[in-house]
């Protein structure tokens, strides 16, 4: 397929104009931190769901969609100078020189790939909205998570639109380059990841587009950071990163396992082996598994890939990594179970931590959905507390509303103190701050005896536990 950057011109000014389309957890925080470091560069975030672009533009900066730190004081800084929010999707294509298509990617549900593909019909749609209204040249930029070849689609999508200068219609020259230019932030530490990026990388075949996708990162990114790739190296790059960290988490909770059985540490293998400048030792934390929107979805898709290419080793392989993150869930639900005497029927459980990771209000694919549902089916009372996560957002995830009373049912608490009362255990899925420095002797006498601390991100104080009268357990100590 002839690229439609081929017809484009070689070379343009300056970019003044971009436009976002998608206000969510990447779309935001990265136009917002772009804004804040470009201001000659007028910045348009939008959206089909008018609440979230309410939200965004909410004079009330706590009440912001998404929830990461410093975010609130970037968006102050631009919101109104050179930042704005919108529904007005067609408008600011059209005012736009450059497009982020920063819209969901989900794993597809029903049809060919179900389970593993990601679903592109958002990515279909919006490369669609730009066809139909952009004006001039406009670079459109690939910042969702995508499958490898993607923007062969969106190329497809654009070269149906294109009218050439040389065209002899009325019509005014509309023409299009594509580029990838994947998103490494993880939440939690959005803005501090987008100001200070180990790397920014760009794929495509244009020279003069990704040049001026460059510089804008320019204006805040050293140049040696700037990654020039083609295409389908940038996409396939973007799952590769993903796949290794996530493997690294379900290597270090499978030796975990291991450690819970032997009496060995798993902090104090993960030291011991982080110390090998080649290993390193980031991303070692045993936990309850891994969860966010990309790391399973980017696994799958690596899958899907392998799969249609005939590579079945290497997709199992992959695979293999999810299963063990399904696993872990499933195991450490298991074994509240067990040390409840086996039976956690119409027993009181408070649950610390709703969140996939701290820092965040973001539940997508959180461990804490499975491990709650698993008790849920067990029959326990959850007591769920969550310093930022909505009891709404709660009852989506788990899929069922919140019930005082019964078996097999859950309610939000608004605080530790409130979700430990009358329970047997409490059971720590994320690793908020605050649960460092609960005060035990003041929660522990409100709890059912005896009673258990099941710290599966080790944060508690655990000696502060045992001697306030919690039996404790911690992940992967023997
Ligand atoms: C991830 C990638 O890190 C980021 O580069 C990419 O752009 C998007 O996906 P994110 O999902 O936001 O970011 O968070 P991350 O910090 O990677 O954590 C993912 C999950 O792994 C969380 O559930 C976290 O608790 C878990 N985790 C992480 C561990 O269990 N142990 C670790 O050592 C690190
Ligand atoms: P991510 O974590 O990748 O940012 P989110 O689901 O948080 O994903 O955000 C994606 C956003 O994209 C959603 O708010 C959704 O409404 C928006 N979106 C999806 N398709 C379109 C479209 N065609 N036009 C405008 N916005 C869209």
Redesign the pocket.
């Known amino acids: 397929m002839s690229s439609p950057s081929n017809a484009s011109p070689s070379a343009f000014g300056p970019i003044r104009s971009i436009c976002c389309i998608g206000a969510g957890y990447v779309g935001g925080p990265t136009m917002a931190v772009i804004a804040d470091r470009c201001p000659g560069i007028k910045v348009t975030v939008v959206d089909l769901n008018a609440s979230r672009i309410a939200a965004w533009n909410d004079p009330d900066l706590s009440r912001l969609p998404v929830y990461e730190p410093g975010l609130d004081a970037v968006v102050a800084r631009c919101r109104g100078r050179n930042l704005s929010f919108s529904t007005e999707v067609s408008a600011a294509i059209a005012a736009a020189d450059m497009v982020f298509l920063s819209v969901n990617t989900p794993t597809k549900l029903k049809g060919v790939g179900a389970g593993q593909a990601s679903d592109l019909r958002w990515i279909e749609a919006s490369a669609r909205e730009v066809a139909a209204c952009a004006q001039g040249h406009t670079i459109v930029v690939e910042k969702s998570t995508l499958p490898v070849r993607t923007a062969e689609t969106v190329q497809a999508i654009l070269a149906a639109a294109q009218r050439n200068p040389s065209d002899q219609s009325a019509a005014a020259p509309c023409t299009f380059s594509v580029l990838s230019n994947p998103?490494?932030?993880?939440?939690?530490t959005a803005v501090a990841d987008l100001e200070h990026p180990d790397r920014v990388l760009i794929g495509g075949d244009d020279p003069a587009a990704i040049e001026a996708l460059a510089s804008v990162y320019g204006h805040w990114v050293p140049a040696e950071r700037i990654l020039r790739t083609n295409l389908w190296s940038s996409e396939l790059s973007k799952l590769t990163?993903?796949a290794f960290?996530a493997q690294r988490?379900s290597s270090?909770n499978a030796i975990g396992a291991l450690c819970e059985a032997t009496g060995a540490d798993v902090h104090e293998v993960a030291h011991a082996i982080g110390t090998d400048s080649r290993i390193g030792p980031?991303?070692?934390?045993a936990?309850p598994?891994?969860?966010?929107?990309?790391?399973q979805k980017d696994i799958l898709n690596l899958v899907y890939l392998c799969g249609h290419y005939g590579l079945q080793e290497v997709a199992a392989y992959w695979q293999a990594v999810v299963e063990l993150n399904g696993w872990q869930q499933h195991r450490l639900a298991r074994l509240v179970v067990q040390r409840l005497f086996g039976t956690v029927t119409g027993k009181r459980i408070a649950v610390f931590g709703f969140a996939?990771?701290a820092d965040t209000n973001d539940t997508r694919e959180a461990?804490a959905i499975r491990i709650c549902q698993d008790l849920l089916e067990e029959g326990a009372q959850l007591a769920i507390y969550d310093p930022k996560v909505s009891s709404a957002q709660m009852t989506d995830d788990l899929g069922q509303p919140p019930q005082a009373q019964g078996e097999g049912v859950w309610r939000a608490a608004e605080t530790p103190e409130e979700a430990v009362r009358q329970a047997d255990a409490v059971v720590i899925l994320t690793?908020w701050a605050s649960f460092a420095s609960l005060d035990w002797s003041m929660l522990v006498p409100q709890m059912r005896h005896p009673a258990w601390l099941f710290d599966t991100r080790s944060v508690a104080d655990l000696a502060a536990a045992r001697a306030a009268g919690l039996q404790v357990w911690r992940v992967g100590m023997g």
């Open positions: 998103e490494f932030l993880a939440e939690g990163a993903n960290l988490i270090i980031k991303f070692l934390k936990g598994g891994f969860g966010g929107s990309c790391f996939f990771k461990p690793e």
